[in-house]
């Protein structure tokens, strides 16, 4: 039986790693698994509910018990600022990162066996979520074009942002995810570091390919 490959990309906040995992995910038929997605299921929950910040132990106790729907709806909802940034927080607790780990594992060991394998996508997959990974990537670049690229998606969505609170916006969050006590944001020890500052969407993804295909020739067929 041929072996189910798994790949991690990590990076912080507009570094490309999500349209980058989408696509390379489709051209490789790899699951996709959107890590960072859950936590953002999460905090509309707890945003739609009027959950107060000190009964979200309690709360979060309560969704293990209860089978928590973690089924994505309404896909836009869930990237207004203010659902990034209490998804950002609750990321930092550790009652939540423990739920939320289990939910992702559960998804890489019962992926479905129609797909290569499974390709993660976040902030922690190559040192936490999936440390046993066949290829690790870490993509980065500088703040002040992160900004820009997020500031040129909320423009082309029409939401009403400048681009000082992007930039604002974007390096606390870096702060925090670097920071925080519990699975930081950090490059694994074996993970290639790619800096798509200068490159484009279309340059990062064949610079993310070749390393694949390096590491498993057999991806390319």
Known sequence: ?????IITIDGPAASGKGAISKILSKELNFYYLETGIYYRILARKIKN????KSDYKKYILSLKTNNFDFSIKNRE??????????SSFLAKEKIVREFILERQRYLINNSSKKYKGILLEGRD????????????IYITSDLNVRAKRRYDQYKAENKEISFDDVYLDLSERDNRDKNRSISPLKKAEDAVEINNTTD??????NIVKNIIFS???TLKN
């Open 1 to 5: 039986m041929s072996k189910n490959y």
């Open 49 to 52: 509910n009027k959950i107060q």
């Open 77 to 86: 909802d869930l990237y207004k600022p203010e659902i990034s940034k209490l």
């Open 125 to 136: 997959c190559g040192t936490v979520i999936a440390p046993q990974a066949d290829i690790k």
């Open 200 to 205: 484009n969407l279309k340059e990062t993804i």
């Open 215 to 217: 590491k498993i020739p």
